[in-house]
């Protein structure tokens, strides 16, 4: 299964592909929000560099993720085991370019639309939490359009950081998704 995200940064795209995992709630769940047009013209939510770049609110506040279709029933998979099983799978390896949905506590199977993606492999043990998140896919092709972000100077002001020192999350004020290209859907009768 795989999804092309076309960005709004010149014809630049990038490629995901999706868990095999038959089951997968949050795999169908985020195929759902690709088909019914929920991340087209989507800005970013959230941006720290060397971290994640956060985007799928349809609403552009950051403040909304729901499901793609709470009349529909997703398949069997078992939420509170989706993460393990995806481990047994090899798709817990939370490095540059994994893709995981935020986990919504709102919801009893924890669907909803927002994602991210990873930029580096130095945060498995924040982003590996699995009451939060939920590894789903990776970056296979178009790392130009993320690097091009990457590089954008006005979205990586380092005077900006926390006492901490670690960067605060940057807010893209126009949309970064232009339109969504989905090659292979199995939970769409063909």
Known sequence: MSVTFHTKTGPLKFELRLSSIAQCKHVENFLRHCANGTYEDNRILRYVPNFIIQTGDPSQSGKESEPA???????????SKEFQYSNARGWNQIKRGTLLTVNNAGNEDGLGSQFFISLSNEHQNILGDSSKYTAIGMVIDGYEAIETLESDESLNNQDKTKKSGKPRGIWKKESWIKHVEIHFNPFVEQ
């Not at 009349?71 to 998979?77: A, L, P, V």
């Open 69 to 79: 279709d709470t009349k529909i029933n997703t398949t069997n998979g078992y939420i």
